[in-house]
């Protein structure tokens, strides 16, 4: 289509026309900033500024190079970076490493060493390999953030009593006693007050507590330090910063060659680690705050590598520490508001501000009250949540072995320490197993415990082989692997058992699960060793002797159809309770022993419909005393007061009144026959118990004819069927209906509950979730890489 001028129009007054469906031309877009960005930024700069001169100190660098690495790290990074919200600068888990390095090859060869690093890390995240760094044992990782902190902890501990550190962590403690000997009561009275005002600043109850506690705890205890050593006149060492024109620059590594490569790796190591798994953390925490989650990206772990090298080179070239995502600095940025990485770049440049303009200040403050603060951070470093962590795992060798080599031999050394002792368990795991062999009531029984390898076969041959010949046996493999050789061995051992007149069974861990059964029986093509599936998933059907179908409490005729009747679905149900006694009880035992004593603290009620193919906690992979299920013919919330039925409505109020449940998920799904029956029946007739159950969903029926482009749909298409939307209309019909209970409402006023929609696809084995806004109603498909919704 093109636009006519008229001729006796100006041609030099003729406006352009556009065509109707180009956007109009956009003017220069213009740099804006949050308010919520700004607010963020000052509380992540008057955490950094301390925390910056604080690890400077730490290392032995000059104390400029950690306003430099802060100020690199919030406009470098935060602007390459891959995740925007995580907040880059000089890391308490690199001042050992940094600390060395000076000591060893001098501060102007550390800058170049950083360079490098950042040249390294630049690599790492072209060749797009910042996941494999992911893999390292988390035991691993805490580990060495726990020695790095306890080895910051012993060296500031000198500082704060008046002294100097050693270069080591074993000469700190031999050179402890002749300190404490000799301790500077000025330094000491500093630290302590330090000390003080960090433990008990964020613990300030009431509201005087909410108002003061926006003031970062750090701030508040240097510079209350700062402000009684000035007011007492104390003679304390204080922050010495040289002029800016005297700062010390990179120069070339001066060196031996393998002392410099080994150098370059830590370096690169630490950075790298830290910053991706600070990365994974913020975006746990952005999950975790409502409405921020569709406004901040998920993590671009690779472009993070990218930018943490960009940051680092720039950093080491001015003279400035080392750069890693640095974690307190990151959750406060996300508790304080921040909704881009312009919070990030912004905190940066107050440091530059404050670097340039806030010298004299900087200066009053004591050295012993940055030892504090960095002495606090690192015994933070060692977690006890990390250490319970570990331990449940089984994992607190490798923790403790880590943790023991980064303080006695050095960061590099006690990470590859922990990595072989890393292996050694998991081989030992791989190969550990045990064969026992029972006989009870006639049956013979054989349990493998562990992994079933080729190391195993000679032993699991002999124990087989002690089966007498036509007896009955049950396999019982209590493991998650098994070789092909294992798997041979007792594939052959059970077509030769069962060929001389004797049967086998073998089971899993699973309940029921049948791990194995001969090709021939019954013509099952189930493959041995796959994973669940339903028994009778690929047997051909059987017709049901004529008044045997039997109809499913939707009204649809399930999978029972195709067995057997009578006896045969009673052995089925007998091989599955045994099952269960046999492989599933001993490993819930303990757990559900727990929940008798503690009783029940389910964190959800989960209303979903009866169907047989909807399991609740396949599809939700939770457990017992997760969720506390009410299940009904078409998942229906009768409105209160409604004549009839009261068990929705009782276990509603048992749920929220009682158990004090944190949200209600309503779940349809896919094929439900009552949203079938309600389509296709005939008003009036005989009031059958169904018929009159199903009345409850006649608001949700009544939604469909309003084609006004508010009826509830799936994201990336429409419904397949009437039936289809029938089903999601009554999912969003029934949270109306829950609204109007008296507890939901009042607990929903209270902020103590949320309410959620949910629908899952039976034919895709896929979840939605309601996602409502704008007036529309949309069910969001749950991805498999989403952590958390």
Not at 212 to 238: D, E, I, N, S, Y
Not at 505 to 530: F, H, K, Q, V
Not at 621 to 650: I, Q, T, Y
Request: hydrophobic share 45%; glycine share 10%; net charge neutral.
């Amino acid at each position: 289509m093109s636009a006519c001028v008229p001729a006796h129009a100006d041609p030099a007054r003729t406006e352009h026309v556009h065509p109707p469906h180009s956007p109009p031309p956009r003017g220069p877009r213009r740099f804006r900033v949050a308010g919520a960005d700004v607010s963020a930024a000052i509380a992540v700069f008057l955490i950094a500024l301390p925390l910056s001169l604080g690890i400077a100190l730490a290392t032995g660098a000059p104390l400029q190079a950690g306003l430099v690495a802060a100020a690199v790290g919030g406009i470098v990074a935060g602007r390459i970076g891959g995740c925007p919200l995580q907040v880059s600068g000089p890391a308490a888990g690199l001042t050992v490493v940094t600390a060395d390095l000076i000591q060893q090859y001098g501060w102007r060869t550390t800058c170049a060493i950083t360079v490098v690093a950042g040249l390294a890390q630049l690599g790492l995240g072209c060749l797009r390999v910042a996941r494999s760094a992911l893999a390292v044992s988390p035991a691993i990782v805490h580990g060495m953030l726990a020695g790095i902190g306890v080895t910051i902890a012993v060296a500031q501990l000198h500082i704060v009593l008046g002294g100097t550190p050693q270069s080591s962590v074993p000469d700190n403690l031999v050179a402890l006693p002749a300190q404490l000997a000799n301790l500077r009561p000025a330094d000491v009275a500093v630290s302590v007050l330090t000390l003080t005002l960090l433990t008990f600043w964020p613990r300030v109850p009431g509201r005087a507590g909410r108002l003061l506690g926006k003031m970062p705890a750090a701030l508040v205890a240097v510079a209350g330090a700062t402000a009684v050593a000035a007011l007492a006149g104390l003679r304390l060492p204080k922050v010495d910063l040289p002029s800016w024109s005297s700062h010390a620059l990179a120069t070339l590594p001066d060196g031996p060659v393998l002392g410099l490569v080994a150098a370059v790796l830590t370096t690169t190591l630490v950075c790298s680690v830290q910053s991706l798994l600070g990365a994974v953390a913020v975006d746990k925490l952005v999950a975790a705050r409502p409405g921020l989650t569709g406004r901040v990206k998920r993590s671009n772990l690779d472009r993070e590598l990218l930018g943490q090298g960009a940051a680092n080179i720039v950093s080491g070239s001015l003279g400035g520490l080392p750069i890693a995502g640095v974690a307190v600095r990151s959750s406060a940025n996300v508790a304080a508001g921040a909704v881009s990485r312009n919070s990030t770049m912004l905190h940066g440049v107050l440091v530059v501000i404050a670097a340039l303009l806030l010298v004299p200040a900087l200066e009053l403050i004591p050295l012993a009250s940055l030892a504090a603060l960095v002495m606090a951070v690192g015994l933070k470093m060692v977690s006890l949540n990390h250490i319970r962590t570990v331990t449940r795992h089984r994992e607190v060798l490798v923790y403790a072995v880590t943790t023991t080599g980064v303080v006695f031999l050095g960061v590099l050394e006690g990470v590859a320490l922990g990595i072989a002792v890393a292996v050694a368990v998991a081989l030992h795991r791989l190969t550990r197993m045990r064969i026992t062999h029972d006989e009870i009531e006639g049956v013979h029984h054989v349990h493998v415990r562990g992994q079933l390898t080729f190391l195993a076969v000679p032993r699991l041959s002999r124990i087989l082989h002690q089966v007498p010949h036509g007896s009955t046996a049950v396999v019982e493999l209590d493991g998650s692997f098994m070789d092909h050789a294992a798997f041979e061995t007792l594939q052959d051992w059970q077509k030769t058992h069962t060929a001389q007149g004797g049967s086998v069974d073998i089971t899993g861990r699973r309940p029921g699960t049948r791990i194995s059964e001969p090709a021939d029986r019954d013509n099952c093509r189930c493959r041995p060793w796959t994973p669940w599936r339903n028994h009778q998933c690929e047997r051909p059907p059987t017709a049901p002797p004529p008044g045997t179908g039997r109809p499913d409490a939707t009204g649809a005729t399930g999978d029972a159809a195709d067995t057997a009747p009578g006896a045969a679905d009673g052995r089925e149900l007998a091989r599955g309770i045994s099952a269960f006694q046999r492989n599933t009880a001993p490993l819930v035992r303990g757990e559900l022993a727990r929940l008798a004593r503690e009783g029940q603290q389910p964190s959800q009620l989960f209303l979903t419909c009866a169907d047989s193919r909807v399991v609740t906690s396949m599809i939700t992979s939770s457990g017992p005393g997760d969720l506390f299920v009410v299940r009904n013919v078409g998942n229906l919330v009768p409105l209160p007061g409604d004549e009839g039925d009261d068990s929705v409505a009782a276990a509603i109020e048992y749920a929220v009144d009682v158990l004090k449940v944190r949200s209600i998920t309503v779940c349809g799904h896919s094929g439900c026959g009552a949203m079938q029956t309600l389509l296709s029946a005939e008003p009036g007739g005989r009031q059958t118990p169904l018929k009159r159950w199903l009345r409850h969903g006649l608001p949700s029926l009544e939604r469909l004819p309003e084609d006004d482009g508010t009826l509830p749909r799936l994201a990336g298409r429409g419904p397949a069927d009437a039936a289809e939307q029938l089903c999601l209309a009554n999912v969003v019909q029934q949270l109306e209906h829950l609204r109007a209970h008296e507890s939901v409402s009042r607990a929903l006023g209270a902020g103590d509950l949320e309410l959620h929609g949910m629908y899952f696809h039976v034919g895709e084995a896929q979840s939605y979730l309601l996602a409502e806004g704008g007036g529309e109603a949309v069910f969001e498909r749950v991805l498999e890489t989403d952590l958390t919704v």
